[in-house]
């Protein structure tokens, strides 16, 4: 059973700064790409960024330069460094693999950005 949870959610000021983490589990962790997506309420689910097995990263336009992810396939999780964090990337952080042509998800972890 493929199983991923997110951690690192928090409140924090406009400006401020979040790190946060996927760990998954019941899969070859080192073969596969893991997403990060997130969604703010009465918007659609947008992709922020991405891995993969070997190492190559892709954000989306938005983040650039504020976002870095990076993984540890020692202990099978993958970071997101958030910083210079705006009101608008308030939503809930979700990652994401792809087994077998299945899509698993996290339940996902709550940033708040106040203004």
């Known amino acids: 059973q493929v199983h991923l949870v997110e951690s690192g959610g928090a409140l924090v000021q406009s400006g401020g700064s979040l790190r946060l983490a996927c760990t998954a589990s019941g899969i070859n962790f080192r073969l596969f790409t893991m997403y990060w997506y997130r969604q703010a309420t009465g918007k659609e689910r947008e992709l922020v960024a991405s891995i993969t097995g070997s190492g190559s990263t892709n954000y989306a336009d938005f983040v650039k330069g504020r976002f870095t992810i990076s993984r540890d396939n020692v202990r099978r999780r993958v970071f997101r460094q958030m910083n210079t964090l705006k009101p608008e990337d308030t939503a809930t952080y979700c990652c994401?693999?792809?087994?077998?042509?299945?899509?698993?998800w996290g339940k996902g972890t709550q940033v708040t950005v106040s203004s």
């Open positions: 994401q693999v792809r087994y077998r042509g299945v899509p698993y």
